[in-house]
C-alpha cells in the first residue's frame, strides 16, 4: 500500500557538474557521457548514456535504446560494452548518466544484467555510482557481491583471450 511518497528510487542524487574527488580522466567520461545523452535524449527512449575508458585511453560509448516491448531494451552499459569488446582493450572505467524528463541529470549504476555482463567481460573496472548523497567509484565485483555463475560455463576475456572457467 502506498503512502504517497515517491519511491527510494527517485531519491536519486542529483548531478550538477563532476563529484568531488573523481579524477580528470573520468571527468572526460562523463563529460562525454553527458553530451551524447544531451545530443540524442528522447523522455521514455533515449535516458540513459555511458562512457567506458578502455585501457589503452579509447572512449566509447553506449546510449539506452528503449523497446514497446522491455525486455528488447538495450542498456547504454551493455551497448558501450559491446564497443569495447569489438575494441579489444580491457574497460579501465565505466560512467553511466540519466536524464529525468524534468531534465536533471543522475549518476546512475548499471542494472543487474549490465553488472553481470560487465563482471563477465570487464571484472577489474571501476564504475561510478550513487553513494549516499554523494557519488563515489566502486570495483565491478561490488556491484554483484554474491552473483551467481553458471557451472562449466567460460566466458572469454576479449583483452588477453584469456578463457575464465568457473569453478
Partial sequence: MSDGRAPASSDRPVLDGPPPGMDAADRSLLAVATDV?????????????????????????????????????????????????????AVESVVGVLRRPSGTLHLIEPCGVCAELLGDHAPDARVWVAVGDGFGPVGVA??????????????????SDVELRDT
Fill in 37 to 89: 545523452l544531451e545530443r540524442r535524449y528522447r523522455a521514455g527512449v533515449h535516458e540513459v548514456a555511458a562512457a567506458l575508458r578502455l585501457v589503452d585511453g579509447t572512449v566509447v560509448t553506449g546510449l539506452h535504446v528503449e523497446a514497446s516491448a522491455g525486455r528488447a531494451s538495450v542498456c547504454a552499459e551493455s551497448a558501450a560494452l559491446s564497443a569495447a569488446v569489438v575494441a579489444g582493450a
Fill in 142 to 159: 561490488e556491484l554483484l557481491p554474491f552473483r551467481r555463475r553458471r557451472a562449466a560455463r567460460s566466458v572469454s576475456d576479449s583483452a
